[in-house]
């Protein structure tokens, strides 16, 4: 095969990896997709980078050394380089290859919202078998060459989502400690979740006088479906939504009565129920006392 990138003759390292024909500038990001032949690189990297290995094979390769390691990479696999990092590397790739580099202030946001304190200090991450990654790398080699009739011609938006899972990918690798990727991925989605909850319950605490107050209008404020909200709210909480309000008015009508004359009726509205009856039933039901006798003593 012909040589397809080689900056070796330079006599400062490269920066970045060489233009190729088939690459993608997105904001803070370049895709690029390095067909098969051979790679001869010297670098000192101003961008992190994140490389989707295909096929098995010997690399030739120095990581912030200037003595080089015959390597075993394994198909399907993924590595991580943050900015800074020097590598030198001989491979004659028998496989197209699909690399994502990120500019170092998205990168720094990724970190800082997945609770990485310091990727750059961790270092690089040698290639280790991830078949989700050689998945998404797979399809997007396929769409970029056009070579794929079932999937349509790239376009921007389908490029940026497909060097975003990737780079979800890269950053799960980059914070498990266990290399479950797939816990990683999950816990994040608990935490946001669980931030939509959060907010859903600070909502009826801030409004539980309104009588429209409903699991929809909850829902919404997660930006969640009534469905999917009411499950995600009853596995983070152990409560249902709807328990959830009406606690959050008993309380509130509690406190009324205990520290206010105001009629019971009164009480009542004001704390959202329908009715004073309704009142009584849900503060015998929560405090396991009525209204009257709360105020009682």
């Avoid at 095969?1 to 370049?30: C, K, Y």
């Avoid at 912030?64 to 020097?86: E, M």
């Avoid at 006088?209 to 909850?218: A, G, Q």
């Amino acid at each position: 095969m012909n040589t397809v990138i080689d900056n070796t003759n330079q006599p400062e390292p490269g920066i970045r990896t060489p233009p190729v024909e088939l690459e993608h500038h997105l904001a803070g990001m370049r895709v690029l997709l390095l067909p098969p032949g051979n790679v001869r690189l010297n670098t000192k990297l101003e961008t992190n980078i994140l490389d989707i290995n295909l096929g098995a094979g010997r690399h030739l390769l120095a990581v912030n050394s200037d003595r080089h390691s015959n390597c075993f990479v394994p198909a399907d696999s993924l590595a991580f380089f943050p900015s800074g990092t020097t590598f030198k590397l001989q491979v004659d790739n028998p496989l197209p290859g699909y690399v994502l580099e990120v500019d170092d202030d998205l990168f720094e946001k990724w970190a800082d919202m997945s609770d990485i304190s310091d990727p750059v200090e961790q270092g690089p991450l040698t290639y280790r078998h991830d078949p989700v990654s050689a998945y998404i790398g797979r399809a997007g080699i396929h769409m970029l060459t056009g070579c794929d009739s079932v999937l349509p011609r790239p376009d921007r938006l389908t490029i940026e989502a497909m060097a975003l899972s990737l780079a979800c990918r890269a950053m799960a690798r980059i914070t498990s400690d266990d290399g479950d990727l797939d816990a990683t991925i999950a816990s994040w989605a608990r935490r946001a979740h669980a931030k939509r909850i959060t907010d859903a319950m600070d909502y009826v605490r801030s409004n539980v006088h309104d009588p429209d107050l409903s699991i929809t209008v909850m829902a919404d404020i997660a930006n969640l479906s009534s469905s999917h909200f009411s499950s995600i709210f009853k596995s983070l909480t152990g409560e249902s939504a709807y328990s959830f309000i009406l606690r959050q008015r008993a309380q509130f009508a509690k406190d009324l009565i205990l520290g206010t004359k105001y009629p019971l009726a009164e009480i009542a509205y004001a704390s959202g129920f329908s009715s004073q009856s309704h009142m009584t039933v849900t503060l015998k039901k929560v405090f396991g006392a009525t209204p009257g006798a709360l105020r009682a003593g």
